[in-house]
């Protein structure tokens, strides 16, 4: 016999099968998910966000519901996103003189320097990431750091949402490796598969994924 879990997702009590991820077990739920899946057909990756407590836990954790694994009596809420009152607007045109990149984070982004290292960030994070020394470096001009610290970054907006300032620390983050992978070369393989599809010599079969589609 398989051994029975249960956990609690957004107050109801599903059955869960064992190495499953919250995700999964959502998806088998009674109801029709209509929001939270990201890639997995609508949204995008890292809107599948949640808060995790874990059976005999005080404390909630940010976690990605894709891939984390469901453990008995955890409790789940998914997290709707919220759309701050300002966006920031640039255009990826803009970012191709390295010279000017500093000076257009700076009046992109002016939050930037009003950060109060509250460490908000960092516990929203799902992924680790050390966002608020990335915000650090980022005011210091130390660009290159500041894009390595964020590339893990999937955009999922929590530290957005816990930022007091009003940041928006992943949008920093996106703004330094759009400038990056503008400014620098791009991978060898990657220009060699281009090159060879452009040829016809890499041929790219999309059958497969209509038939799963359709099926």
Not at 110 to 118: G, I, K, S, V
Not at 208 to 215: D, G, K, P
């Amino acid at each position: 016999m398989s051994e029975t879990i249960r956990i609690s997702i957004d107050g109801k009590v599903m059955a869960a099968q064992p190495g499953d991820s919250i995700l999964q077990t959502r998806l088998h739920g009674p109801d029709a998910v209509t929001a939270n899946i990201g890639c997995m057909g609508q949204g995008v990756c890292g809107s599948c966000r949640c808060l995790v407590r874990k059976a005999g836990e005080r404390d909630t954790v940010s976690r990605l519901a894709c891939e984390t694994v469901v453990e008995d009596g955890m409790q789940v809420s998914f997290i709707d996103y919220y759309q701050p009152d300002h966006v920031h607007h640039y255009r990826p045109h803009d970012l191709r003189d390295g010279w000017q990149t500093l000076p257009q984070l700076q009046q992109t982004f002016p939050e930037t320097a009003h950060c109060r290292h509250c460490g908000g960030c960092d516990r929203a994070c799902p992924r680790g990431i050390p966002v608020q020394q990335g915000i650090a470096l980022a005011s210091r001009g130390e660009l290159p750091a500041a894009a390595a610290l964020f590339d893990p970054c999937i955009m999922c907006n929590l530290c957005t949402l816990a930022c007091p300032e009003n940041i928006r620390p992943n949008h920093v983050g996106l703004y330094l490796r759009r400038a990056q992978a503008i400014q620098n070369l791009r991978p060898g393989e990657l220009l060699r598969r281009l090159d060879q599809q452009a040829r016809g010599q890499l041929a790219i079969d999309t059958t497969a994924y209509q038939a799963r589609s359709s099926s």
